[in-house]
Nanobody, 123 residues
Framework: QVHLAESGGGSVQTGGSLRLSCRASGYIQGSHGMGWFRQAPGKERQGVAAITSNGVTTYTDSVKGRFTISQDNAENTLYLQMNDLKPEDTAMYYC?????????????????WGQGTQVTVSS
């Protein structure tokens, strides 16, 4: 069992920055992956970024060059640095955990999910 707790969401204006955090607790396997997903009202959940336990990353095209996913394995904490935010980034952001070393940004591949943190970007 893995418990995930996100924090760091908020409201910013276009061009602003936010840093999301996700603290993992429970049985964290040595080989695992974590990801950030988001869901806007009326839209399907979308993969934003993912990282493996050895630091390999991937991003959806719309956030490349603006968002950075990182992790502190000693603290079991996942981060998402979001810069140059746009109104279309507005969504509930979720972190997710999966066992195994595969780098994948598909929500069905993840076993555990946090409760989410809201990000709102105004123009």
């Amino acid at each position: 069992q893995v418990h995930l707790a996100e924090s760091g969401g908020g409201s910013v204006q276009t061009g602003g920055s936010l840093r999301l955090s996700c603290r993992a607790s429970g049985y964290i396997q040595g080989s695992h992956g974590m990801g950030w997903f988001r869901q806007a009202p009326g839209k399907e959940r979308q993969g934003v970024a993912a990282i493996t336990s050895n630091g390999v990353t991937t991003y959806t095209d719309s956030v490349k060059g603006r968002f950075t996913i990182s992790q502190d394995n000693a603290e079991n904490t996942l981060y998402l640095q979001m810069n140059d935010l746009k109104p279309e980034d507005t969504a509930m952001y979720y972190c997710a955990y999966r066992s195994g070393s595969l780098l994948i940004l598909v929500d069905g591949a993840y076993n555990y999910w946090g409760q989410g943190t809201q990000v709102t970007v105004s123009s």
